[in-house]
């Protein structure tokens, strides 16, 4: 089993940067593909980044390519999503989720098997 916590939500303001990051517990953590979502109140979830399980392939949708970057460091259990150019539509909560299927989508919220449980992120215009 893995637990997931996420942390570095907060404030900033349009144009400003963020760094999430999502600890993970458990020794079979780097077999495991990992993804961030986020949930705006009235919104669907939606995909923002995912990474493998070695960290040699990430998955950005194209609302965020350019601007979100994900990475993991095995050896700290931790997964990072860094956050730049910051705008107000970006305003959600974002989670992290982890995925033990090789072959499951990172781009369905239903590959996942853990999720936790957030960390919010404000963006002031």
């Known amino acids: 089993q893995v637990q997931l916590v996420e942390s570095g939500g907060g404030l900033v303001q349009a144009g400003g940067s963020l760094r999430l990051s999502c600890a993970a517990s458990?020794?079979?953590?780097?077999?495991?593909?990992i993804g961030w979502f986020r949930q705006a109140p009235g919104k669907e979830r939606a995909i923002v980044a995912g990474?493998?399980?070695?960290?040699?392939?990430?998955y950005v949708p194209d609302s965020v390519k350019g601007r979100f970057t994900i990475s993991r460091d095995n050896a700290k259990n931790t997964v990072y999503l860094q956050m730049n150019s910051l705008k107000p539509e970006d305003t959600a909560n974002y989670v992290c989720a982890a995925k033990s299927s090789a072959s499951a989508s990172y781009y369905r919220h239903t590959s996942y098997d853990y999720w936790g449980q957030g960390t919010q992120v404000t963006v002031s215009s």
């Open positions: 990474i493998s399980p070695t960290g040699s392939s990430t």
């Open positions: 458990g020794r079979t953590f780097s077999s495991y593909g």
